[in-house]
């Protein structure tokens, strides 16, 4: 896909670091990449999120991400969130991998990196349990991401079973639906001045498609403003390698112009 951006950079090059760090909240080492900008910044930042079976890899490994940002002035880090769906696990010894991303992970970025440290230039998107991560995160913590991007989310997760899913169930029913339940995450930032800037995008043949219709039909219900598109394809990295684009398009027309 070619990047939807006029090339300003020229010559510029992107620095990709892979980075080990100690996470205070879940109690081990985790990793991350970062797509870094060469230059003195500072820069906004998008958070990019994997699926159920990935890692902090996968984005760069399955994508071209790193030249869709070549001409952007942003950094992109993609941190490891296990199989968590990015919740804080309710069972003692649970890990709590939404402090992981909201705290830790946006705490040693903005500490290390010419960041904007500012829910105003911060960005969160991801696909499949990152597209849930990814709205569920920006819409519980509007104080800390100002964009939220879906692609392909499972977002009905707490909100209604998962066909032939009893791993994802079990952890769904062990939640509380008011903390982590996208629809009613939605309810409560209605009315709210603060409320992230929405955009989700599924493929017309993937699982998950009645899920993200019924989501974007339950904004519209809200009265909340998104954007909401469909596209030819399934559940995998063609699809969101083609569209991904269209989150940094969003992500770039939301933050102010730096």
Not at 86 to 110: L, M, Q, R, S, T
Request: proline share 8%; glycine share 8%; with cysteine.
């Amino acid at each position: 896909m070619t990047s939807p951006y006029r090339n300003d950079r020229k010559g510029v090059d992107m620095a990709l670091c892979e980075i080990h760090f100690k996470s205070i909240s879940i109690g081990k080492q985790s990793s991350m990449c970062v797509i870094l900008p060469d230059g003195p910044g500072p820069y906004p930042v998008l958070y990019l999120l994997h699926g159920l079976s990935d890692d902090h890899t996968i984005w760069h490994r399955r994508t071209s991400i790193e030249r869709y940002v070549e001409p952007l002035p942003l950094i992109v880090v993609m941190p490891d969130g296990n199989r968590s769906f990015y919740v804080n696990h309710p069972d003692p010894g649970g890990a709590a991998y939404e402090d992981h991303i909201v705290k830790d992970v946006v705490g040693f970025v903005d500490r290390t990196f010419p960041t904007i440290a500012d829910r105003t230039t911060r960005a969160i998107a991801g696909q499949s349990m990152g597209g849930y991560g990814a709205l569920m995160l920006a819409m519980r913590h509007p104080e800390s991401f100002c964009v939220a991007c879906s692609h392909s989310g499972a977002v009905s997760f707490t909100h209604e079973p998962l066909a032939d899913r009893p791993d994802i169930n079990a952890l769904a029913q062990a939640l509380d639906p008011a903390r982590y339940d996208c629809f009613e995450l939605a309810r409560k930032i209605a009315s709210s001045p603060r409320r992230p800037a929405i955009r989700m995008d599924c493929g017309t043949d993937d699982f998950l498609i009645e899920p993200n219709r019924a989501f974007h039909a339950h904004l519209d219900q809200l009265g909340i403003e998104h954007e909401y598109a469909e596209h030819p394809g399934e559940h995998g990295w063609a699809y969101w390698d083609q569209h991904v684009g269209q989150t940094l398009a969003f992500v770039m027309r939301k933050i102010p112009s730096t």
